[in-house]
């Protein structure tokens, strides 16, 4: 059975997790959607960045962003065509306030320490 993430070897709830990051939701809003907790989302997301061998969400979002299968499969909204596509939608939703600046699994930060 074809599911998106697939070529990563995501589950179907890393899956999940990944489409719900890709339209720049938090940790915690990711967990409400999906009636997780938010421990419970931070080790999909580090399940997701080693398999997709990235260091944070933002690599994470772009590599499911710019693979045409993920975003076809979760209609990732405004799938950008080229990469300087995508830099300017990343900055526009950042500077809409609409983007979590945190690039880790927990506020920035993979180990999840506080800054």
């Known amino acids: 059975m074809w599911r998106p993430g697939r070529k990563w070897l995501l589950t179907r ?8 990051l890709t339209t720049c939701m938090s940790n915690r809003e990711i967990a409400a959607a999906l009636f997780l907790s ?14 997709l061998q990235v260091a944070n969400r933002s ?7 710019l693979d045409p ?6 209609g ?18 950042l500077d809409a306030g609409d983007a979590p600046r945190g690039d880790g699994v927990e506020e920035g930060r993979l180990d999840g320490a506080s800054r």
Request: glycine share 2%.
């Open 76 to 93: 990732t909204p405004g799938q950008p065509e080229s990469s300087s596509d995508l830099a300017a939608l990343v900055e526009e939703r």
């Open 59 to 65: 690599q994470a979002a772009t590599s499911a962003i």
């Open 69 to 74: 299968d993920f975003a076809r499969r979760f």
């Open 13 to 20: 709830r890393e899956s999940e997790v990944l489409a719900l």
């Open 38 to 51: 938010e421990h419970t989302v931070r080790s999909h997301l580090k399940a997701i960045f080693r398999k």
